[in-house]
């Protein structure tokens, strides 16, 4: 042994310096190459599993010390449960360059690679993880210090070749959700890693150049590549994903959602750069450019129905600046997507099923507004929006009882640029249809900071029948038909501004009245050709409401309700019992504080057009039943408003069942406050046959011919009505007794006859009053009291009314005579022509007439008469010869007369007139005795003593007052039939039966229908 040391140290220096380095580079082999992979492999697996609280298995360790190669075989460290596995690889291989380290002074490595490594991430509970025990015990061996140590001003020079992950696999698992994703594929290519290289962007450039491929088990692709820099931190990076299955991951997040994304696929591509320069005033910097985000056959269901489908979603060429705080998209755009909304009292379930839910559980205290400095706000524009031929099927029940289904289909949405600051306006073009047929359009200009719109707006061939579940529960009407269409410009803002100008028409309305089963109303078209509508204003103009073939039909049944007042349905109120008094009464006081801020719109209606429009009119209230139409009904209405300056002008005409005309002319305004009104109404020639229900149940007849003529003037102002009518009927003839109870005790008859004329005429004027305020007012019962009053005039004064026919102020109902005579005088001749005249225009009248006398004064006529009589035939000459003023005070005191005098008181009261002339005597001289009698005066005074003694002594029999009256009324008859050629059969003379009482010498009239 000293022999070999001494012949080594012997030996020449450069043999003993190679000897030395064999002899090192030998050990060296040795304890790397041998000693330290058995023993790094005894003590490595024990000393993860003691730290990582894992059990931790190495296959094999071996270092190459020829070639610096150290691999490490089957590493697997597992989880709590040793049959499973927490991470582990196939293969690490490492080979290192010692000598081109040493060269270089720096860290170079030939290639680190990692074959078919498996990672199994799980999380346990909401918070824990099976990794969490490795980051506690991290934390708890991290030095605070040295995190705080500042950067190292020189980096250190690591150079490697290549770096490669070949086959690596990731499970991530949920035990929360019971959900679980693999990726099988995972593989990285890292070539010419270089810690101190910079970033260049030329062809020839191989530096930091990666590419990190990531396939999962439903064939996504995720990729990763670009460069690296370290120093300063710059990190390239172009992803591509493609066919990533969102649906296959919502099962991490479905436990937050009601609804569930059952497909979907996510593409992306984009180039990011990351820049971090502590160093800098911005230490942080990225750009996103050229990137493009697409999802695709997107369906998310609910309760196995699809609540959203969505052929495609796309965000096209998004770009952003950090450093400017600008994001930049191209465009966006999604087409043919269906979404399913049903929305109903407590709100729309597509929004709660899209909300977490857990949503309410967040902490509103963490959401306090910060108070420190606000940094600048990121600009986020988006060029364009095209959303194309989406469908929403709509269920709707907040309005409604039922769900009403709303079909909005091929909705287009397309904008112009859209900034995030609100800075420029917005440019829109929207069009969609409704229920297949609507079509729903708009074009304009939303002003995002002012909130303000401004568009052309169209909704086209709206059909009214789907607004059927709205009315039905207010009205008893049914819309059978009927196309609604507006097109016009819109303005509006978030103030009190909503102008609208434009047309709008219905076309085929046709509402039914269920309550009859029949047509209430209906046009073929109704159009505005011009509408103004201001909110602010709160005014709406009108040119032009056009009305063509409009109908309407009002019905009044038997209990007289008519069908409008039964339209509407009463509303159920159900009033809790232990309901809050004061929030009913807050509440109350809502209403009349919104009724009193509210204002009436002023309307103005510049003209209102009826063209070829009809009515009709029943009442089932009458036995038999009345039914009545007017059509053809043609004309306008002027200056219609509710401005109380404004009157507006009607001029329509008509005909009554096809031929009868019936023209409204006059001025109105019905939409005043008290509605204001100056109107003449025309009707020629109605057929009074249809009204036969009327008359047979208010008059007591029905009539079998007739027409009636009605010029009628109605004014109404301050809610008074007053009334001038003109009415006309013509050849009224009255059938048969109706026999209704609700029939007026006036003699009708009698009425017709007084009224009609020679001709067949009734002309009148009926003027009517009537005060709208008050609760009994009736239109129908203000007309049918006018003509009442008149009817009750005829009736109770024929003659009077006869009188004011022919334009006579005398009354025509008697006839006088002198006491005791039955002869007409000039006078009452006269009178009796006058009476005729009226009889001869009112041919239906007939007269009773009835002689009566006054028994007082006609007897003492009578008397008279009787002795003048006696006197003629006692003087033996003509009655006619008899002084024509013979009484007792003018007696002749001589001649035949005298004579018949003294003979007549001597026969019939066996008196002696000479006594009667001593007792004169007597009486006078004892009353004048110094003043003698003269004869004259004597035989005057004789004659009238005489005269009236005899006189009286005459009694008049009630036969003999009879005989006169029975003569007068006879007298009467015999002038007109024979004088003013009545006909002897409308002239009748009643018996006269004379009492005491009678005081008039004179012949009463009556009137009767013939």
Not at 446 to 460: G, R
Not at 708 to 725: A, E, M, T, W
Not at 781 to 806: R, Y
Request: proline share 4%.
């Amino acid at each position: 042994m000293a022999s070999s040391l001494k012949k080594f140290s012997s030996s020449p220096l450069l043999k003993r310096i190679l000897i030395s380095l064999f002899i090192v580079y030998g050990l060296f082999c040795f304890i790397f190459g041998i000693i330290m992979p058995f023993i790094a492999k005894q003590h490595l697996a024990p000393l993860v599993s003691d730290k990582l609280g894992r059990e931790t298995q190495i296959e094999s360790i071996h270092f190459n010390p020829f070639t610096f190669e150290l691999s490490v075989e089957h590493l697997i460290v597992s989880e709590s449960k040793p049959t499973q596995t927490f991470i582990g690889f196939e293969q690490l291989y490492i080979n290192i360059s010692p000598l081109e380290s040493l060269a270089n002074l720096a860290i170079i490595f030939e290639e680190v690679s990692i074959t078919k490594p498996t990672i199994n991430i799980e999380r346990l509970t909401t918070d824990s993880y099976n990794y969490s025990n490795i980051i506690a015990l991290f934390q708890s061996v991290s030095d605070p210090e040295a995190q705080n140590e500042e950067s190292i001003d020189k980096p250190i020079e690591i150079r490697i070749t290549k770096i490669a992950i070949e086959q690596g696999a990731i499970s991530i698992k949920d035990a929360v959700s019971n959900s679980q994703v693999v990726y099988p594929q995972i593989n990285l290519a890292f070539d010419h890693f270089d810690s101190i290289a910079k970033i260049k962007h030329q062809a020839t450039s191989i530096h930091n150049q990666y590419d990190l491929t990531l396939t999962d088990e439903y064939s996504s692709k995720l990729q990763l590549f670009g460069q690296l820099q370290l120093f300063p931190f710059v990190l390239e990076v172009n992803v591509a994903l493609s066919e990533f299955n969102i649906a296959k991951y919502w099962q991490f997040v479905d436990e937050h959602f009601d609804i569930q994304l059952t497909q979907g696929k996510l593409n992306i591509n984009s180039k990011i750069i990351l820049n971090i320069d502590p160093k800098q005033d911005t230490p942080v910097k990225f750009t996103l450019t050229d990137t493009d985000i697409n999802i695709n056959s997107i369906i998310a269901s609910h309760a196995n129905e699809e609540k959203i489908v969505i052929d495609a979603i796309n965000l096209n060429d998004i770009q952003v600046d950090s450093a400017t705080q600008l994001v930049n998209i191209d465009s966006f755009q999604t087409k043919s997507g269906k979404v399913a909304l049903n929305i109903s009292p407590t709100g729309a379930d597509l929004m709660k099923l899209l909300m977490p839910k857990n949503l309410t559980d967040i902490d509103n205290t963490n959401l306090e507004p910060s108070i420190e400095k606000a940094s600048p706000s990121w600009i986020i524009n988006l060029n364009a929006v095209d959303i194309a031929n989406y469908d929403i099927n709509l269920g709707e029940s907040v309005a409604s009882d039922q769900v009403v289904l709303w079909q909005i289909g091929q909705i287009n949405i397309k904008t112009s640029q859209i900034k995030s600051d609100l800075s420029i306006p917005l440019d829109y073009q929207f069009s969609a249809k409704i229920n297949q047929k609507s079509e729903l359009g708009s074009v304009g200009v939303f002003n995002l900071v002012d909130q303000t719109l401004n568009a052309d707006f169209s909704y086209q061939n709206v059909s009214l029948t789907s607004l059927q579940p709205y009315v039905e529960k207010f009205i008893n009407i049914t819309i059978e038909d009927g196309t609604f269409n507006t097109t016009g410009r819109l303005s509006l803002d978030t103030e009190k501004q909503l102008n609208y100008s434009g047309q709008a028409w219905i076309d085929n309305l046709d509402i039914k009245d269920n309550l009859h089963q029949k047509t209430l109303v209906s046009w073929h078209k109704m159009s505005i050709n011009q509408l103004e509508f201001d909110r602010q204003q709160s005014k709406i103009d009108i040119d032009e409401i056009l009305f063509e073939q409009l109908y309407s039909r009002i019905i009044i049944a038997k209990d007289r309700s008519t069908n409008i007042s039964n339209l509407l349905k009463k509303p159920t109120v159900t009033l809790q019992a232990d309901s809050n008094d004061k929030e009913i009464e807050q509440n109350q006081q809502q209403v009349e504080l919104a009724q009193e801020n509210s204002i009436s719109p002023q309307i103005a209606i510049k003209h209102m057009t009826l063209k070829d429009s009809s009515a009709f009119f029943a009442d089932n209230s009458l036995t038999p039943n009345f039914a009545s139409g007017i059509e053809l009904l043609n004309g306008r209405i002027n200056q219609l408003s509710n401005n109380p300056q404004t009157i507006a002008s009607v001029n329509l005409a008509g005909k009554i069942d096809k031929y009868a005309p019936v023209i409204l002319k006059g001025e109105i305004n019905p939409l005043l406050e008290n509605p204001y009104l100056d109107l003449n109404l025309i009707f020629k020639n109605v057929e009074l046959t249809s009204v036969n229900p009327y008359s047979g149940t208010y008059a007591g007849y029905y009539i079998d011919k007739g027409q009636i003529s009605l010029d009628l003037n109605y004014q109404l102002k301050n809610n008074v009505l007053v009334g001038s009518n003109h009415v006309v009927i013509n050849q009224l003839q009255l059938g048969k007794p109706s026999n209704s109870d609700l029939a007026t005790s006036l003699p009708i008859t009698l009425a017709v006859a007084l009224l009609q004329d020679r001709h067949g005429v009734i002309d009148l004027g009926v003027d009517v009053k009537g005060d709208l305020s008050s609760p009994s007012f009736s239109f129908g019962s203000v007309i049918w009291g006018a003509l009442g009053n008149i009817i009750t005039k005829a009736v109770t004064a024929p003659f009077s009314l006869l009188a004011n026919l022919i334009g006579s102020d005398e009354p025509l109902n008697k006839v006088s005579f002198d006491y005791g005579n039955a002869e007409l005088s000039n006078t009452q001749t006269k009178h009796l022509m006058t009476l005729a005249d009226a009889l001869l225009d009112r041919p239906l009248l007939i007269v009773n007439v009835k002689g009566e006398v006054d028994a007082i004064n006609d007897s003492q006529a009578l008397a008279k008469q009787a002795l003048h009589l006696k006197l003629a035939n006692t003087a033996q000459i003509p009655i006619d010869q008899l002084p024509a003023d013979l009484s007792a005070s003018q007696f002749p005191l001589s001649g035949p007369i005298t004579e018949a005098l003294y003979t007549l008181f001597e026969q019939e009261l066996a008196q002696d007139s000479m006594a009667i002339k001593q007792s004169i005597i007597d009486e006078y001289e004892a009353q004048y005795p110094d003043t003698p009698l003269l004869e004259n005066d004597l035989n005057t005074r004789l004659h009238i003593v005489l005269y009236n003694t005899i006189k009286s002594a005459h009694v008049v029999a009630p036969s003999e007052l009879g005989k006169l009256a029975q003569l007068r009324a006879k007298t009467v008859k015999s002038f007109l039939v024979e004088q003013a050629n009545i006909e002897a059969t409308r002239v009748y003379v009643m018996e006269s039966r004379i009492n005491s009482k009678q005081k008039l010498a004179e012949v009463q009239l009556e009137l009767q229908a013939n």
